[in-house]
């Protein structure tokens, strides 16, 4: 597993995941809680299908 291999993008996403549930949580509002619980799913097996992608050629 490479984490080089993960885009900024997709660690942008787990940055708005965590801030959508951490929003969520904070104003107690589930509907924020569960939208920001599967971005971070999402984006956490979008970061785990990057990392172990094929071998990059040099």
Same mark, same amino acid.
């Given at each position: 597993?490479?984490?080089?291999?993960?885009?900024?993008?997709?660690?942008?996403?787990? =940055?708005?995941? @965590? #801030?959508? %549930? $951490?929003? *969520? &949580?904070?104003? =107690?509002?589930? @509907? #924020?809680? %569960? $939208?920001? *619980? &599967?971005?971070? =799913?999402?984006?956490?097996?979008?970061?785990?299908?990057?990392?172990?992608?094929?071998?990059?050629?040099?």
């Amino acid at each position: 597993m490479d984490l080089r291999r993960v885009p900024p993008s997709t660690f942008a996403l787990l =940055v708005a995941g @965590g #801030l959508v %549930l $951490a929003t *969520g &949580l904070y104003t =107690v509002n589930t @509907g #924020l809680q %569960l $939208a920001g *619980g &599967l971005i971070l =799913v999402v984006a956490a097996i979008l970061a785990l299908g990057q990392a172990k992608g094929p071998p990059r050629r040099r």
